[in-house]
Nanobody, 114 residues
Framework: QVQLVESGGGLVQPGGSLRLSCVAS????????MGWFRQAPGKQRDMVAG???????NYADSVKGRFTISRDNAKNTVYLQMNSLKVEDTAVYYC????????WGQGTQVTVSS
């Protein structure tokens, strides 16, 4: 069973930046598409960015132009660079496959507030 460990969240002011990391255990990461999801209080968990095994990325309209997803297959790690953060980006962020095939990690809290 693949385990996912997210990190890099924190408290940041509007307009600031954060870089999230997600490390996956196991040896199938390099051939698996990945995604970053977020869940705000009282809302559903939605995918905001995805990346194929070959590095092609896609984004939700709400983060397009501000967030960048990337991956390092040698390190079994997927990243989310978040720039120009807004208050509405506040949420717990998780990684998983786009079809949510693996067990969820603990997530990492991102709070955007002045």
């Amino acid at each position: 069973q693949v385990q996912l460990v997210e990190s890099g969240g924190g408290l940041v002011q509007p307009g600031g930046s954060l870089r999230l990391s997600c490390v996956a255990s196991g040896n199938i990461f390099s051939t698996t598409p990945m995604g970053w999801f977020r869940q705000a209080p009282g809302k559903q968990r939605d995918m905001v960015a995805g990346i194929t095994s070959g590095g092609t990325s896609n984004y939700a309209d709400s983060v397009k132009g501000r967030f960048t997803i990337s991956r390092d297959n040698a390190k079994n790690t997927v990243y989310l660079q978040m720039n120009s953060l807004k208050v509405e980006d506040t949420a717990v962020y998780y990684c998983n496959t786009p079809h949510r095939l693996w067990s969820w990690g603990q997530g990492t809290q991102v709070t955007v507030s002045s």
